[in-house]
């Protein structure tokens, strides 16, 4: 770890700050927007999700106020 400090604090400040991430980006680009892409599709599924059940519990809550108690029970 010592010897990585040592090479990068004789570099100007453009290659540790500018050049380093870009070159990141470009290296590991494809596995970041993967991820990212994974991560945003589930939390869009689990929003669909989420909206999905309460529709359905909405549905069921109001079609089942008309009903009697007595009906209800007989499944």
């Known amino acids: 770890m010592n010897g990585i400090r040592e090479i990068f604090a004789g ?6 700050w500018v050049a380093v991430p870009l ?4 290296v590991f680009g494809g ?3 993967s991820i990212l892409g994974a991560l ?5 599924k689990l ?3 989420v909206g999905l059940v309460g529709g359905l ?3 069921v809550k109001k079609l ?3 009903r009697s108690k007595s009906s209800s029970t007989e499944w």
């Open 40 to 44: 945003i599709s589930f939390a869009f």
């Open 47 to 49: 929003l669909l999700f």
């Open 23 to 26: 070159l990141a980006l470009f």
């Open 11 to 16: 570099m100007p400040w453009w290659v540790k």
């Open 57 to 59: 519990i909405f549905v």
């Open 31 to 33: 596995v970041i927007t």
């Open 64 to 66: 089942g106020r008309g």
